[in-house]
């Protein structure tokens, strides 16, 4: 299930951050959100999502849930939205076997669409992750201009940044600020 962080990330920055990587952030909108959010996201959601025809507004609203829940200001605020989220989209655990896999779990929600499914399915990777790791492993990119969010598995919980772009820009700016 925390396999599923990057794209979680990938989601929530496609669509809301004002500002990403020093620059003002231009949401990503109908099917321009479809098509960059299925490339990220691989063939067996690409195809489910050409089945729903407002799946950009669907998207949206999961994106701007799951950045409330990776900018919550407490670990109880944090879990609230989750648990907002996993009741929401109606997350429930089952058994799948996909192709040269054992059977595995998964938390898709049953709403109406495949969003909602994958509503479900985000909600309950990020309750793993707090369970697992801690709330302190959900944040917001500390680089300058940056509204970037991102879910730390690293082994220490390190991660201060959305991603290898910013932690270059914050590192020349901290070099820069001791000349
Ligand atoms: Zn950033």
Known sequence: ?????????????????????????????????????????????????RDVPDAATRLTTLAVALR??????????????????MSRYAARPYLVEDEDQPFHLHFHGSG?????????EFATALALVVDGYGSNRL????ARRCEGVYIDLT?????RYCGPACTARAKTAAYRSRQ
């Open 1 to 49: 299930m925390t396999a599923q962080a990057p794209l979680i990330a990938e989601l929530a920055n496609l669509v809301t951050p004002t500002w990403r990587g020093g620059s003002p952030a231009r949401p990503a909108q109908g099917d321009e959100l479809v098509t960059a959010f299925s490339a990220a996201a691989g063939e067996r959601i690409a195809a489910a999502l």
């Open 68 to 85: 409330d829940a990776l900018t919550a200001p407490t670990p109880a605020e944090t879990a609230a939205r989750i648990n907002a989220m």
């Open 112 to 120: 109406e669409t495949a969003v909602e499914a994958l509503g479900g």
């Open 139 to 142: 944040g917001m990119c500390e």
């Open 155 to 159: 082994r220490n919980g390190s991660r």
